[in-house]
């Protein structure tokens, strides 16, 4: 090693071992600013039944564990739980009656993998971290998702429930297309699980978790909208849009509308305000508005909500309608949230 670029090696390892020493990390942009992490661990997830992910994640995070383990671990409750309508087994199908997936995932490198209209494999979340290991590619659709998850052991099975079925045979008598704002979940049993902070909302589930080490992940996965036409991939899997994980700054995701999300690349856009220093929840809110911009009158009849999370820890989320709400599991905080909304 030539002597100046020793020097560097040391100086910049001194300055490593310091912000252990002192439980500080460095921020990249902030100029060997040390700023403090708190409450770490944590995860955030969207809608009150993200208490019950949360609470699998935080399994993975409590003991130490990989903000990325502790996602695709969070996530995969919902996606294996028939009474949730809107991921994995027992989604409401498309429009010709088929339950596709849609799901991404992204880590603490800018690593990221992901899934669209993924049929007859509950773990939707899982195929896309395998296809952000095991592939050179960041996207696998439709039929070659499926062919590449059976090739690596995931097990097809029919995803559409007899109470999905009945649903969608009960809209087929009108076939209209218009998204619910906050989706009623008719099978949930409220009266054993009330729901803080609002209406029974379940739909899309986004987590964003940090770990022991300061590390972000996220992961997202739905069966995006009910009744859609098949083939219709939303925001979810849509790295950008459904999701988007900054090491540096943090890590943001969304819900609602899939179309008006992508429009505006939300999830990204909310990581880029929070980067020009707004938190998490402002940047929620600017994020928001945006789409009131773009899409006016669209905007007042749909529903979009973002959650974020900073690389300190602040958490934050904001919604076009009234009814969002968020799951947040650390340390200090358990609950359920809700989001504040541009109307009221
Ligand atoms: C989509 N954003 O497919 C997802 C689904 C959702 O309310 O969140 N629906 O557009």
Redesign the pocket.
């Known amino acids: 090693m030539a002597s100046s670029s020793r020097r560097k090696f040391l100086q910049t390892a001194a300055l490593g071992s310091a912000a252990a020493l002192t439980g500080t990390r460095l921020l990249a942009h902030e100029k060997k600013v040390p700023v403090i992490i708190k409450d770490n661990p944590i995860v955030v997830s969207t809608w009150g039944f993200g208490k019950e992910a949360n609470a699998g994640a935080w399994e993975i995070l409590s003991k130490g564990g990989r903000a990325l383990d502790a996602v695709e671990a969070g996530v995969k409750i919902p996606e294996a739980d028939p009474k949730n309508q ?1 991921i994995g087994y027992g989604g409401l199908p498309d429009r010709d009656g088929h339950v596709t997936l ?1 799901a991404c995932i992204m880590d603490e490198n800018y690593n990221c993998g992901s899934v669209m209209c993924l049929e007859n494999i509950v773990h939707a979340i899982s195929v896309a971290r395998m296809v952000m290991e095991k592939t050179p590619h960041i996207v696998l659709a439709g039929d070659g998702a499926l062919q590449f998850a059976l090739a690596n052991g995931f097990k097809a099975q029919n995803l559409l429930t007899p109470e999905s079925e009945k649903a969608w045979k009960e809209w087929l008598k009108t076939a209209n297309y218009h ?1 619910e704002i906050n ?1 009623e979940n008719r099978l949930y049993d409220k009266s054993k699980d009330p729901m803080p902070g609002g209406p029974d909302n379940h ?2 589930i986004g987590m964003m978790a940090i770990d022991v080490n300061g590390n972000l992940s996220g992961a997202c996965t ?1 069966s ?2 009910a009744f ?1 036409m098949h083939g219709r991939v ?3 899997p849509i790295i950008g849009a ?1 999701l988007y994980v900054d090491n540096e700054i943090g890590a943001a995701t ?6 008006e ?1 992508i429009r505006i690349v939300g999830s990204h856009l909310v990581v880029e305000l929070m980067r020009l220093g707004r938190a998490p929840e402002d940047a929620c809110r600017e994020a928001v508005e945006r789409i009131i911009q773009r899409s006016p009158e669209k905007a007042k009849e749909i ?1 979009v909500g973002f959650i974020a999370i900073n690389k300190n820890g602040e958490y934050g989320g904001y919604s076009l309608q009234p009814g969002f709400e968020y799951a947040v599991q650390s340390k200090s905080v358990t609950g359920v949230f809700p989001a504040k909304s541009h109307y009221k």
């Not at 969304?254 to 179309?259: A, F, K, P, R, Y």
């Open positions: 809107t849609d998204p989706i739909d899309t739905t995006g909208m859609k939303g925001d979810s459904g969304s819900t609602g509308v899939g179309e999300v529903q």
